[in-house]
């Protein structure tokens, strides 16, 4: 393992608008909610990677309705490859209408009625239609089984270790389906940043209109605090209230989870208090921009002998109002890499030391296309090796 310490060293950085220690606000800023009323809680800023407040967040849990958002990423996923698309109509089979009639949220679908997938997706991440997101699974996935295996290919791919699918809209299922505070924020990254467009089509609505009922959505936050845009409550008697919510303001944005709280209101007052504290009582600014070289890597049997490393986008840096604002980081990889190596390619690790913060991880991308060495690459490669 070759690691390179401390490259950067940060201090008394400077943020925009940032508040001095002494900073009246502080006596006016909100907190996070507490255990009773969030017994499961986390908040992550995913413009800066850190998690910024977090309790039992590897604690398993029954997700109900929020499994629907697992179930619009495997949706989003079919349509970005071109294998689904909104305008395709699923037939409602006379055994998913009777099995789903008065279960839970519906949208009382029809055996032999035609909906559009986009109608179905609606219903199922607007309203939390038990009845449209297994109408959908069916459709676009042959079967709901089939379904529940795609979207643990995904979980899996995502590095969703603590969750587990077995239905497509989380409807009790005797514990099968269960996940995890960390793995939520998982899945809510991928939905934001691999289908932006997707996602703000179809999450952050208040409402949506079917058959001439306006049929209204159970989100605590969107429509009702500045910048909420989603994503998925979920609520049974086994699971308590739940809720994965996300807030952009300014260009930050932070993803956060409430789970088994004890009553609606709790959940939603819990939400509010910890996403306004993310907002309140920390500080963001850039902290790396993509093609800026953090440092370099040793290539093995290249025709060059290092690359370049850098972050993959752009990064902020959230700090504690009135913290410190000492920041060093270190770059971890297992080395010598490897030619050739892709432009892009993720290759190491950036772990970012913020006094009196937990560490947090960042991916680091090669630079530059390093392709194998030739004859005399590897000649001259060889006699500066013995030079070192």
């Not at 919510?245 to 910890?274: D, F, H, M």
Request: hydrophobic share 45%; net charge positive; glycine share 10%.
């Amino acid at each position: 393992m070759k690691s390179l310490r401390n490259w950067l060293l940060l201090s008394a950085l400077a943020l925009p608008g940032a508040a001095p220690a002494h900073d009246q606000r502080a006596a006016t800023i909100s907190q996070p909610p507490s255990a009773a009323s969030a017994p499961i809680a986390l908040l992550a800023d995913l413009s800066s990677g850190q998690v910024l407040f977090a309790r039992d967040a590897n604690r398993r849990f029954l997700p109900a309705s929020m499994t629907k958002a697992m179930t619009a990423l495997v949706a989003f996923d079919l349509i970005a490859s071109g294998k689904l698309k909104e305008t395709d109509r699923i037939a409602v089979r006379p055994e998913t209408a009777s099995r789903w009639a008065g279960k839970g949220t519906t949208l009382n679908l029809r055996a032999g009625e035609s909906v559009s997938v986009h109608d179905l997706l609606m219903g199922t991440t607007t309203v939390s239609a038990n009845d449209a997101a297994a109408v959908l699974a069916e459709g676009a996935g042959g079967s709901v089984t089939q379904w529940a295996a795609a979207m643990n290919a995904r979980a899996e791919a995502l590095g969703m270790t603590g969750s587990h699918f077995s239905s497509a809209n989380g409807f009790p299922d005797g514990g099968k389906t269960y996940v995890t505070a960390n793995d939520l924020v998982r899945l809510a990254r991928a939905l934001i940043q691999d289908h932006p467009e997707l996602y703000r089509r179809y999450f952050g609505q208040q409402a949506i209109l079917w058959h001439g009922a306006r049929l209204r959505s159970h989100d605590p936050l969107s429509g009702l605090l500045p910048g909420a845009d989603g994503i998925k409550t979920g609520h049974s008697f086994e699971a308590g209230f739940n809720y994965l919510g996300s807030v952009e303001r300014q260009g930050r944005r932070v993803v956060l989870v409430i789970a088994r709280a004890p009553t609606e209101p709790g959940r939603a007052s819990a939400a509010r208090k910890l996403a306004e504290w993310g907002f309140e009582a920390w500080d963001s600014a850039v902290f790396l921009d993509p093609g800026f070289a953090v440092g370099e890597a040793w290539v093995q049997g290249g025709n060059a002998r290092g690359v370049r490393l850098g972050v993959p986008r752009r990064y902020a840096l959230s700090i504690p109002r009135g913290g410190s604002r000492v920041v060093s980081a270190t770059i971890t990889y297992d080395g010598p890499l490897r030619a050739p190596l892709a432009k892009g390619q993720q290759v190491a690790r950036l772990t970012v030391h913020l006094a009196g913060q937990p560490d947090h991880v960042l991916p680091l991308v090669a630079l530059d296309a390093i392709d194998s060495a030739g004859p005399i690459d590897r000649i001259a490669n060889g006699l500066l090796g013995l030079m070192e």
